[in-house]
């Protein structure tokens, strides 16, 4: 049997057991002692029992540990002991052994696939959740390349770690009833589905490269489409260094880092309403020009236009107090039952978020936004919500806030002190939904893609 036949069987019911027998284990643990903590009065220790599934989850390579991730930093999306643990998993796994690489690359390439490189690495230089990267050369010129190779039987974890996923949610929405988790496993979980295209990824790849073209000191890899497939990315290697190389070079060089860092994020945003969903700092390298390389296409959503005028319309709302602009803004989002107590509570954690673009004046996002005050502000809103009855975010919301929690983490680490406010206020300069409904259009029709259902 082919190595692509054997995967094709993985995805079955066969896989999808033995992924279940994996992690089975621990989630009905969890669930057991938590609904005996609701319903029966048992105590726990939810410290102890996050550092065991957080040892557990650490264990698996696959999706779980890369959804456990993101949780972890989208706020309320579990107890903050949950949430604490799960954000020290590394996105790092055992790479697969030579003799396997082999075998992956033949059933991607054909058995002749090693004449198609001048040189292979078949030692892994990165391994992840869902596949591993290897150097190699081109045999035109000698390029560097990075060859990504998907883990087989991958697609068979990722449906069973979903259906872990939304056990772990419907147990915690009987924990705790404040957000209702359901469109949260809707998004992550159709996002998470699209990470294992490459084809797709090598369409964003091409998206980025297309609305960042006025970007210089931004760079994007080149696809190589004969080399790759729908479970292999073939692309251009592109050096740099791990952002947190530079924490101890000058305030200049790290300013410039974030500066360049806040354009490749929000430019693609405010021009074309698409955001990369996963700013976490393996994502990004930064070269000596202080220069950014992104190097991950995986997570990419692309928004309705009318969203980003709902971004607008909000820190417009916060900053005038105006309240009918700010019911207007979440309504677009998608926010439904916004009576007054749901508005004031949504307005503690907007005003948290978009406190460094109110000030004009150069300053360091912890000033009001560190980990610390966010912890607080998140378990007010929190509180609140629970009083009320609780809250369901839109689809949209979820990696929106996310991605702009995980991008602000990144200015802290860098400690850059930078006018945010002038920033931004150049990006929605004469702004227009309209031209940037024709924008979005056309870039996504040049590189085969589409706004989501």
């Not at 090693?114 to 990267?133: R, W």
């Amino acid at each position: 049997m082919s190595e692509r036949s054997r995967d094709r069987v993985e995805n079955t019911l066969t896989g999808r057991v033995r992924r279940y027998a994996q992690v089975g284990g621990t989630m009905s643990g969890l669930a057991a002692r938590l609904a005996g903590s609701q319903f029966l009065g048992m105590k726990i220790d939810k410290g102890q029992h996050a550092e065991e599934l957080k040892q557990a989850l650490g264990g698996l390579k696959g999706p779980l540990m890369k959804v456990a991730q993101l949780l972890a930093t989208i706020p309320d999306a579990l107890p903050k002991e949950y949430a604490a643990e799960l954000a020290q998993l590394q996105s790092q796994a055992p790479p697969m052994g030579r003799p396997f690489v082999r075998r992956r690359m033949a059933s991607e390439l054909g058995p002749d696939w090693k004449s198609k490189f001048e040189e292979f690495e078949l030692d892994a230089a990165h391994a992840a959740s869902l596949g591993q990267v290897h150097r190699a050369k081109s045999t035109d010129e000698g390029r560097a390349l990075a060859c990504k190779l998907q883990y087989p039987g991958i697609e068979s974890a990722v449906e069973a770690d979903l259906t872990q996923l939304r056990l772990i949610f419907s147990i915690y929405r009987r924990y705790d009833p404040s957000i209702n988790p359901e469109r949260i496993y809707e998004e992550l979980a159709e996002r998470l589905r699209e990470e294992l295209d490459y084809r797709r990824e090598a369409r964003h790849m091409a998206l980025y490269r297309r609305m960042l073209t006025k970007e210089k000191s931004i760079h994007v890899p080149d696809v190589i489409d004969d080399l790759s497939t729908n479970r292999l990315l073939t692309m251009t290697w592109l050096d740099g260094r791990k952002l947190m190389d530079f924490k101890d070079a000058s305030q200049e060089d790290r300013d410039r880092l974030a500066y360049n860092m806040f354009r490749a994020w929000y430019v693609p945003l405010y021009e074309y309403a698409v955001i990369h969903g996963d700013p976490h700092l393996g994502n990004y390298a930064a070269r000596e020009d202080q220069n950014i390389n992104l190097l991950d296409f995986g997570c990419i959503r692309v928004f309705r236009p009318t969203l980003v005028k709902g971004i607008i319309d909000l820190y417009y709302a916060l900053k005038d107090g105006d309240r009918d602009l700010a019911v207007h803004a979440y309504e677009t989002w998608g926010f439904t039952d916004l009576r007054h107590e749901v508005i004031d509570t949504l307005n503690i954690w907007a005003a948290f978020v978009y406190a460094p673009l109110m000030e004009d004046k150069p300053r360091l996002i912890e000033e009001t936004n560190s980990g610390a005050y966010g912890r607080e502000v998140a378990e007010n809103v929190h509180g609140k919500l629970r009083e009320i009855g609780g809250v369901t975010p839109p689809r949209e919301f979820v990696l929106m806030d996310r991605a702009a929690i995980g991008l602000g983490s990144v200015f802290m680490h860098l400690g850059a002190k930078i006018n945010w406010h002038r920033l931004f206020m150049e990006l929605i300069d004469g702004f227009d939904v309209k031209k940037l409904e024709r924008r979005q259009t056309k870039a996504l029709e040049a590189e085969g893609l589409s706004l989501p259902d």
